[in-house]
């Protein structure tokens, strides 16, 4: 399209009130994102945790993996301790968020005759509202991935950055995530195809060892993402 095309696409989008006049930079700032970490959902009793956990697996490792669905009958992996020979229960966190740009950002639809845009990431950010879980959480990570895809461990899931651990009960005000790498890249390529709708997903795992206490209470965060745009 010629300059003067580009202007005049400009002057209507503006006069619309959906996109900046300057049409190389609007903004593609998304509504947050919330993601909930709740103890309930495992379903862990203590005393057959801790019968799990106080299983000897010296002899044979994967009698872990067999019965550690006698401990948490759902969203839960056993594992062989190399250093104590005995069970450990992995409490697995796997949450997803989708996001539709045209839906979120409806001013898209007046370029939609573009296959992609070009996206700029400001900021990733994440926030812990509410805290009532009696456990440090793990150190989580954020992926991107295709609408069909909601496993963290999905090849096809691209991981972007991670989200510090959190003490228990305490709360984080907003704060900038850490990208991986090649994270930035990987969510400005997402963002980009702005017509493919994505996933974001939060992946991490609470590892319970013998005399541990099993998790109670819940974990509310939200994720924030700021970016800009032009064709």
């Known amino acids: 399209m010629t300059?003067?095309?580009?202007y005049a696409v400009a002057i209507a989008l503006s006069g619309c009130g959906l996109i900046d006049s300057d049409i190389t930079n609007f903004d593609l700032?998304?509504?947050?994102?919330?993601?909930s970490v709740d103890a309930s959902g495992w379903q862990v009793n203590q005393s057959?945790?801790?019968?799990?956990?106080?299983?000897?697996?010296?002899?044979?490792?994967?009698?872990?993996?067999?019965?550690?669905?006698?401990a948490c009958p759902m969203n839960c992996t056993g594992s062989?301790?190399?250093?104590?020979?005995?069970?450990?229960?992995?409490l697995d966190v796997g949450l997803y968020q989708m996001i539709d740009l045209i839906t979120e950002k409806p001013e898209l639809k007046e370029i939609n005759d573009r296959a992609v845009i070009e996206v700029e990431i400001d900021a990733v950010s994440y926030a812990v509202t509410a805290n009532t879980l009696n456990v440090e959480t793990p150190e989580m990570r954020v992926y991107?991935?295709?609408?069909?895809i909601m496993d963290p461990s999905d090849?096809?899931?691209?991981?972007?950055?991670?989200?510090?651990?959190?003490?228990?009960?305490?709360?984080?005000?907003?704060?900038?995530?850490t990208?991986?790498?090649?994270?930035?890249?990987?969510?400005?390529?997402?963002?980009?195809?702005?017509k493919s709708p994505f996933n974001i997903i939060i992946g991490s795992q609470i590892v319970l060892?013998?005399?541990?206490?099993?998790?109670?209470g819940r974990l509310d965060a939200l994720v924030q993402i700021r970016a800009h745009a032009g064709l």
């Open 3 to 6: 300059k003067l095309g580009l």
């Open 179 to 194: 990208f991986t790498a090649d994270g930035r890249a990987a969510l400005i390529a997402t963002m980009s195809a702005y």
């Open 29 to 35: 700032t998304l509504p947050d994102k919330a993601f």
């Open 80 to 90: 062989c301790s190399p250093t104590t020979s005995t069970c450990e229960l992995g």
């Open 144 to 148: 991107v991935a295709p609408m069909s």
């Open 48 to 70: 057959q945790a801790d019968t799990f956990l106080a299983t000897d697996c010296s002899g044979a490792p994967t009698v872990c993996m067999t019965a550690a669905t006698s």
């Open 155 to 177: 090849p096809m899931a691209k991981h972007i950055g991670t989200i510090a651990p959190v003490a228990a009960g305490a709360t984080v005000a907003l704060r900038d995530m």
């Open 209 to 216: 060892a013998s005399g541990d206490m099993v998790p109670t």
